[in-house]
């Protein structure tokens, strides 16, 4: 069984930079993909960003391309988001996940609120 524990969030205007991480209690497979979801007000959840342990590469949503960058640090069985240029609408609680596919993900954080002010 993996947990993972999300830190980071807080309050910020629009413009600033903020950076959540995501530690797991055990080491995943090489193979497993650590995600980052959010669910804003009144929304779905939706798909943020995405990397491999392994090989490092990355996804993103539209949304976020060129503002939000994720890495990991295989020693500390951490994955990281790194979000500039934050919008209002970037305002929600944030979620890590693990899995074994981009679809599949098995493991998921309790959250972590981050609002954006205008």
């Known amino acids: 069984q993996v947990q993972l524990v999300e830190s980071g969030g807080g309050l910020v205007q629009a413009g600033g930079s903020l950076r959540l991480a995501c530690a797991a209690s055990?080491?995943?497979?090489?193979?497993?993909?650590m995600g980052w979801f959010r669910r804003a007000p009144g929304k779905e959840r939706e798909f943020v960003a995405r990397?491999?342990?392994?090989?490092?590469?990355?996804y993103y949503a539209d949304s976020v391309k060129g503002r939000f960058f994720i890495f990991r640090d295989n020693v500390k069985n951490t994955v990281y988001l790194q979000m500039n240029s934050l919008k209002p609408e970037d305002t929600a609680v944030y979620y890590c996940a693990a899995g074994p596919s981009p679809a599949q993900y098995v493991y998921w954080g309790q959250g972590a609120q981050v609002t954006v002010s205008s």
């Open positions: 055990a080491r995943t497979s090489s193979t497993y993909i």
């Open positions: 990397v491999t342990w392994s090989t490092g590469m990355s």
